[in-house]
């Protein structure tokens, strides 16, 4: 049964037990009833307003449009009299009071994250993580030396927690190892892609007294310097410079070392094959005698060519060196016994020359031979009965 003698200081009364009771430090949820320039005016379930001075709303740039009447949110209780009677509340801080549970199971679990960068201060970068204000050191923002930090303002970063005080609020990211991971792991994948004897386009990235290493979409791989040039050379930057784009193949893949051995000279260009190209198996060339070994000797055909001239196939005579019948600087005619462009190599005959030749111009060589020597009989005679 109601009782109808409620006074109004009892009507009051009740109202005010129904009033939740604010303190400092306290966290409640907000609903807006009023925007305004210094803020928005919240109703938290007392009897007085509850404030939001913008800059107490969020650690992002928000605008006055971003809001609507209705809208609800956890706020922090900064004080529960301005002087004026009303409660000044804070979202921002409300929201990192409450991120701190959800930044420490971050932490635990190394978990990885996408912040945005806010600004650059002395040694670092900012960021902000659920309400949070986060430091990223300029070493660790990624895997490698950034000259100018600035370029990162407003830019997302994939970063993980690498020290946190949640006593001090100190936090501290790090995109560094994420980074190299996934450098590495494209790396891994560009690496596997690449095909052994297949061309690329490529950037030279450092010279060596031995060579240069050229990148080829990510992944590097050295150029030997006899594989730079035909001709000989003393140092890579006589053929090339840092930043120079260069056409390779690879000549080789080592997957176990992650080595990658290429090649920067144009086969078509190779003087071997050159001056080779009019050369058939069977010919009769000649060429000169430049280097004795033990089995045989090799007979250059032209500047950049040589061949092998077998013991065996320097004379019909039983010899043990090829010096016993030859002599440095020597020129001889040679007939090509094997012509292998595919290893680049020449085998020669000096023996099958001399059994090329007409048997019937051999007689016949013979036959003026004797006539000649028939003749000189005579002749040798006659001038003894001359002079009797």
């Known amino acids: 049964m109601e009782d109808n003698n409620l006074t109004m200081a009892d009507f009051m009364d009740e109202i005010e037990k129904s009033m939740v009771r604010i303190r400092k430090g306290d966290i409640k949820t907000a609903k807006v009833v009023s925007i305004e320039d210094a803020g928005l005016i919240t109703n938290i379930g007392s009897h007085a307003d509850a404030i939001v001075p913008w800059n107490e709303y969020s650690y992002e740039e928000v605008k006055m449009e971003d809001v609507q009447v209705g809208d609800t949110f956890d706020v922090l209780v900064l004080n529960t009299d301005d002087g004026d009677g009303n409660i000044i509340v804070s979202k921002k801080r409300a929201e990192a009071e409450v991120a701190l549970e959800n930044i420490e199971r971050l932490y635990k679990n190394h978990e990885h994250f996408v912040v945005k960068v806010k600004e650059v201060v002395k040694g670092g970068v900012i960021a902000n993580l659920q309400g949070m204000r986060a430091f990223i050191p300029g070493s660790q923002i990624t895997d490698v030396y950034v000259e100018d930090l600035n370029e990162f303002v407003g830019k997302e970063i994939e970063v993980e927690i690498i020290e946190f005080n949640p006593k001090n609020k100190k936090l501290v990211l790090s995109g560094k190892a994420i980074a190299k991971a996934k450098t590495q792991q494209a790396k891994k994948e560009r690496f596997d892609s690449i095909i052994e004897g297949e061309k690329y386009t490529g950037t030279v990235t450092k010279l060596m007294p031995y060579g240069a290493f050229v990148n080829i ?150 036959e003026e031979e004797e006539s000649i020597s028939t003749m000189g009989d005579v002749l040798g005679n006659a001038f003894k009965d001359l002079f009797k």
Not at 274 to 298: C, D, P, R, W
Not at 302 to 326: F, W, Y
């Open 217 to 366: 979409g990510g992944v590097e791989g050295l150029v030997h310097n006899t594989d730079l040039s035909w001709t000989r050379i003393k140092h890579p930057s006589d053929v090339v410079k840092e930043g120079d784009k260069l056409n390779v193949t690879v000549l080789s893949i080592d997957k176990e070392k992650g080595k990658i051995a290429l090649g920067a000279k144009d086969v078509a260009m190779d003087p071997w094959f050159l001056e080779t190209a009019n050369l058939e198996k069977g010919q009769v060339v000649k060429g000169k005698v430049v280097k004795f070994m033990n089995f045989g000797a090799f007979v250059s055909l032209s500047e950049n060519v040589e061949g092998l001239l077998h013991v065996s196939q320097i004379t019909e005579k039983r010899i043990s060196k090829p010096e016993e019948a030859l002599e440095i600087g020597q020129e001889v005619k040679v007939k090509i016994t094997q012509l292998d462009k595919v290893n680049k190599k020449i085998g020669l005959s000096m023996t099958e020359v001399e059994e090329e030749i007409d048997p019937s111009m051999m007689a016949y060589m013979n």
